[in-house]
T-cell receptor, first 116, second 111 residues
Framework: EAGVTQSPTHLIKTRGQQATLRCSPI?????VYWYQQALGLGLQFLLWYDEGEERNRGNFPPRFSGRQFPNYSSELNVNALELEDSALYLC???????????????FGPGTRLTVT | RKEVEQDPGPFNVPEGATVAFNCTYS??????FFWYRQDCRKEPKLLMSVYSSGNEDGRFTAQLNRASQYISLLIRDSKLSDSATYLC????????????FGTGTRLLVSP
């Protein structure tokens, strides 16, 4: 069974540009989560999508947005990139959403975004 | 107080040693708990869920203490391949439901 996939693996952008990151969940998983992991720091929750809707977001500015498509894949968009947005962006999927009591999340390999 | 706290380590242990990590959480309403393992510059991988009764998977044992609000991970007979960062994860239920990751405890197993 294929795991969570993310693309691209690496992305280099300059300040002020926009970045689009993509994620495909494990087949049968409807919930997708996005996390940011800056170098040397822990995972910070960004967004949670379930059944095509944004269910919750972390403490990030509105220039971080995304969506979930009918096939449950997801896209994370970061507008007006800043240097501190450089990080590993991880996508995870689960069978059920957090409000079911929390199901295990499985992570993709991440997209390493570098903003210069 | 942080929602989830872990000792960052590193814990340096020889092969074959037994090592234990604790993780404390602040929200008493938390209901789901997990341990993940993360290798350098890789994605976190689920190690085990933590159940109220405690659970064991081979050399790994996880325990939950709700009264004191901590979870633990015990690794017996440490292997070189166990060297990694171990992340404690808590499902914070309530008005703002989310998984909160600890910053991790680094384990280094040496020959």
């Amino acid at each position: 069974e294929a795991g969570v996939t993310q693309s691209p693996t690496h992305l280099i952008k300059t300040r002020g540009q926009q970045a689009t990151l993509r994620c495909s969940p494990i087949s049968g998983h409807t919930s997708v989560y996005w996390y940011q992991q800056a170098l040397g720091l822990g995972l910070q929750f960004l967004l949670w999508y379930d059944e095509g809707e944004e269910r919750n977001r972390g403490n990030f500015p509105p220039r971080f947005s995304g969506r979930q498509f009918p096939n449950y894949s997801s896209e994370l968009n970061v507008n007006a990139l800043e240097l501190e947005d450089s990080a590993l962006y991880l996508c995870a999927s689960s069978l059920a959403g957090l409000d079911s009591g929390g199901d295990e999340q499985y992570f993709g390999p991440g997209t390493r975004l570098t903003v210069t | 107080r942080k929602e989830v706290e872990q000792d960052p380590g590193p814990f340096n242990v020889p092969e074959g040693a037994t090592v234990a990590f604790n993780c404390t959480y602040s929200n008493s309403a938390s209901q789901s708990f997990f341990w993940y393992r993360q290798d350098c510059r890789k994605e976190p991988k689920l190690l085990m869920s933590v159940y109220s009764s405690g659970n064991e998977d081979g050399r790994f044992t996880a325990q939950l203490n709700r009264a004191s609000q901590y979870i633990s991970l015990l690794i017996r007979d440490s292997k070189l391949s166990d060297s990694a960062t171990y992340l404690c994860v808590v499902n914070i239920l309530g008005g703002f439901q989310k998984l909160v990751f600890g910053t991790g405890t680094r384990l280094l197993v040496s020959p």
